[in-house]
């Protein structure tokens, strides 16, 4: 298993400048806690994607920590069954823009953040790259 070591985005060398400025108030405490859930994933794998952290399990997608429209969110990969109760069970839960069409769902980061579930549902996103 093989786990490649990245700097933290709040890190300048991390990523590209123009990338750097737009995650400059990039929530750490909620960051770190993803990547060590992530991370504790046998074969999981983190990069930077479009100046994003990203994790991967076999070279797929399964998590991205990013910005939307002002707001920090993950976006999980899902079954789309799954997707539709999510976003009708919590406000904070919103159709990924651009890969929603394929069962990804997103989770605003505001508020009390129910950590159990976030950690079950990052796992499961891994089990369906697995």
Known sequence: ?????????????AVHSRSHE???????????RVRAICLGFPGTTEATSFG??????????FAVFEQYRG????????????Q??????????????????????SFKLQGRIPWRRLSALLLEAHDLCM
Do not use: N
């Open 1 to 13: 298993m093989v786990r490649r070591k990245r700097v933290s985005v709040a890190d300048p060398r």
């Open 22 to 32: 737009a995650l400059r108030d990039v929530p750490l405490a909620a960051l770190d």
């Open 52 to 61: 994003h952290p990203t994790w991967r399990a076999r070279r797929k997608t």
């Open 71 to 82: 707001d920090w969110c993950l976006a999980v990969k899902a079954d789309p069954g799954e």
């Open 84 to 105: 539709r109760a999510l976003i009708e069970a919590d406000a904070r839960f919103y159709r990924t823009p651009y890969s929603g069409q394929y069962g990804w769902v």
